[in-house]
């Protein structure tokens, strides 16, 4: 697999946590919205250091 490939799966990861977070920002606690919204955001920051480094 090429890293554009990885890219795109990770930013539709990132996507589909983001809204995920929103919904469960009305819906749950509010620690869970952070937990989801801390995924999202390691999720995002692996693929922007993979499109500057790699």
Known sequence: MNTDKIRNILNMLFLALAV???ILYFTAGFS???I???IAIVVKLIEFFMRFML
């Open 32 to 34: 869970t919205f952070i």
């Open 20 to 22: 995920i977070a929103i």
């Open 36 to 38: 989801v919204c801390a």
